[in-house]
């Protein structure tokens, strides 16, 4: 099996910027993951982002956690639970509006740390959609302008830790899935691993690095390249030792953002048949999504493609 794809974005500058493009578009097109290093988010700011986070789920999480365990008499069982995953977890939304000074039991300094965090994520996002585009052969700005909408992208960050787990065997520390949205950031624990990618038939390890934001690809962008990148499935193991920290910044598009195959990725000639791939309102496929998580991709696209209407194509033209 070939290495992870681990892509310094140093590279970019200079006589290396040809090899990394390439890096880039292998790791699309054949993995939907990566791992990104020198990304540009400060080292310093990243160990401050990590540590509050593992401060607020000792203080306000763990003992919940444990509390909740306890009382679903998870810690003994002997068959395996396929309704729950094994994760203490909560959501801050920061497109279109921030919902992060309503969160409870945020001390100000972790509030402003993460509003800054999403900020640097979001700019990281856009740099990312962009050399997308360059490797895709489609327009500057076109993936930005499919997940504008009206009000323009949304974008929230689900944080996760998956304590240890007497039963790793028999309850995952989160069950299959693919992600639903556009692009994923992830900034995940360099000490305790656990997430896993499944790549021709066999589930492989997404290695835990230092500083690194490993980056997945979701549904929305396998639409829009009419599946010349693909959404992959992936899965949390749960461990016996250590608390795993996982903070997923997922950037999607606007919940009135029409989603559809790019025209130029679709072949010219017949171009109805080859558009394989349904048009829909990214809303409509999300209120699909939320109660088919953890089952195939492929009937999702199926269910959206039954009910596509005639959609208005929103900002982007289709020349």
Known sequence: MENF????????????????????KDACENWGF?????HGIPTEFLDTVERLTKEHYRQCLEQRFKELVASKGL???????????????????????????????????????????????EKLAEQLLDLLCENLGLEQGYLKKAFYGTNGPTFGTKVSNYPPCPNP?????????????GLILLFQDDKVSGLQLLKDG????????????????GDQLEVITNGKYKSVEHRVIAQTDGT??????????GSDAVIYPAPTLVEKEAEEKNQVYPKFVFEDYMKLYASVKFQPKEPRFEAMKAVETNISLGPIATA
Do not use: C
């Not at 509006?97 to 999403?118: C, G, H, T, W």
């Not at 065997?169 to 949205?181: C, N, V, W």
């Not at 795993?244 to 598009?253: E, G, H, L, T, V």
């Open 34 to 38: 990566f791992e990104l290093v020198s």
């Open 169 to 181: 065997e028999l309850i995952k520390g989160l069950r299959a899935h693919t992600d639903a949205g």
């Open 202 to 217: 066999q589930w492989i390890d997404v290695p835990p690095m230092r500083h690194s934001i490993v980056i997945n690809l």
């Open 75 to 121: 810690e003994a069982v002997k068959t395996e639970v396929n309704d729950m995953d094994w994760e203490s977890t909560f959501y801050l939304r920061h497109l279109p509006k921030s919902n992060i000074s309503e969160v409870p039991d945020l001390e100000d300094q972790y509030r402003n740390v993460m509003k800054e965090f999403a900020l640097k994520l």
């Open 5 to 24: 794809p681990i892509i310094n974005l140093e590279g970019l500058d200079g006589e290396g910027r040809k090899a990394t493009m390439e890096k880039i």
């Open 244 to 253: 795993r920290m996982s903070i997923a910044s997922f950037y999607n598009p």
